[in-house]
């Protein structure tokens, strides 16, 4: 670990990192998911509104007020949770913030990424910005001085029941600002001490209430549901290029995605979908197809299928904002009045519901799309391609295998996704003494829709490997293909070449996973129109 002493003297506010990005302006009005995610991908920085920095101090000075006249408020003149009987002594009441975060220093697993670390950092300055959590305006104003250096907590990703929020995670931002733990910055881990003086900042003195309302909310699982919804949309996209390209190699029936029969049950995502492959494929109603009249479900009903993800993203959106931007701490203090309300808004259950309800529709794309391999491997469904797809052609082509393995890492990805897809909030467990007797487990579902998205992008990655192997081979049978689908050939061909002989994949997958995550596999399609 480097300390302060190695590190270089700070450049000027604003002279590095991303002083060219747009800004995200904070507590002018809500913001969304895609200004999270624009935030911790550093392509934007935040700012305060102008007056917010008075809307945080009458709240702060509330607080402060009701301290002086020695009034009872919970976490402040008490202990914590079920240890709320516990009077603290007025001389010890200071001790409790520092406390806390440093007995909460106890979580476990891979620690979060810098993407993933930031948008946890963008919803707290969210929620706190919202006035009803009594902490210091200059407080907020640090969180984005190191947010707009990348100064950033470095988080472990266990240890949060969802309720009272991400308890253990956010007490890693709490110990950034006092100068306590590790954190990131330009690349490195560094002691958040050494980064401070780096950027020529004093630690903070965390004032009564300040880590309990950083801590006390729901700002981990909805900022890595803001990254998941994200992800979620490309799949969605990637999923009708694929599904077309699937359809056009094996000569499938165009006319299963004519727009009647989506007027016929008019679900707006199956009708997107379709609109989406019906373009793909060049359709216009014509003669009857002279193929294959029905082509299985995995072609036939992916608008369907795919349908319910683009629909349910428009709600889980709309809960992700409510939840980004709301007050979530505990316990609020009314800025207007002062007054401290004693409540739960940390609960997580409606973030929670939605990573669940993601964690379904983003595994069964994973599932639709590993059906559709299975076809495209088998010469019994592919419409006279290759068996496996095997592109060697001689004497030797029988001891060669093609896409064989890829169609079982598929399969194995694909269980794996099925497999997490049970709710996390049914697990909810009694901790705490019982005080925290019903839990939400949002963050455990947040994470678990993570890692759904992670198997099911190396599902699509060897998908778009197998289709632009598909029209290659289509192509050199002396067939032919739809505009789009040699256009996703060819920039699969970009970086992979055709399989005519054995060799590993890994390296293949890789390289379009990476084309994947950075939106390079549909060149010609606007891919912000999910």
Known sequence: MTNKHSLPRPEAEGAKGNHRARTVIIGAGPIGAEDVLAIAR?????????????????????????????????????????????EVPDAHVPELPLNLLRFHGCGTGRIFDEVEAAAIVVARIASLAGGWSAVRPELVERLCVLLNHRALPR?????????????????????????????????????????LARLELEPLRLAPKESLAIMNGTSVMTALICLAIARAERLGRLS?????????????????????????????????YAGWVRDHLEYT??????????????????PQIVGVLLDA???????????????????????DTGGALHGGNFYGGHACFVADALKNAVANLADLHDRQLALLCSSHSNAGLPENLNGRQGPDSAAHHGFKAMQIAASALTAEALKLTMPASVFSRSTECHNQDKVSMGT???RDALRILELTEQVFAILVLAVAQAVDLRVRAGGSC???????????RERVPFVDADRRQDGDIAAILAMLRADELLPRLDTNQV
């Open 155 to 195: 988080i472990p990703a266990e240890g949060s029941v969802g309720a009272s929020g991400d308890l253990t995670p956010l007490s890693y931002i709490a110990a950034l600002l006092v100068g306590e733990r590790e954190c990131s910055y330009e690349g490195q881990v560094h002691s958040a001490s050494a980064v």
């Open 285 to 302: 109603p014509g003669p009857a197809f002279e193929g294959r009249i029905q082509d299985r479900y995995s072609i036939r009903c992916a």
């Open 313 to 335: 993203l428009a709600w889980m959106r709309a809960w992700t904002q409510v939840e980004l931007n709301g007050a979530n701490d505990n316990p609020l203090i009314d800025p």
């Open 42 to 86: 550093g392509g934007a920085r935040v700012e305060l509104a102008a007056d917010l920095r008075a809307r945080l101090g009458v709240g702060a000075q509330a607080l402060a007020d009701r301290i002086g006249a020695g009034e009872r408020v919970y976490g402040v003149t008490t202990g914590f949770g079920e240890s709320c009987v516990t």
């Open 240 to 272: 009708a290029t694929i599904t077309a390209t699937a359809s056009d190699a094996m000569a499938g029936n165009p006319a299963h995605f004519d727009a009647r029969i989506y007027a016929a049950k008019p679900h707006p995502g199956s009708i997107r």
């Open 444 to 446: 455990i579902a947040a």
């Open 482 to 492: 739809r505009a789009q689908s040699l256009a996703l050939r060819d920039a699969v």
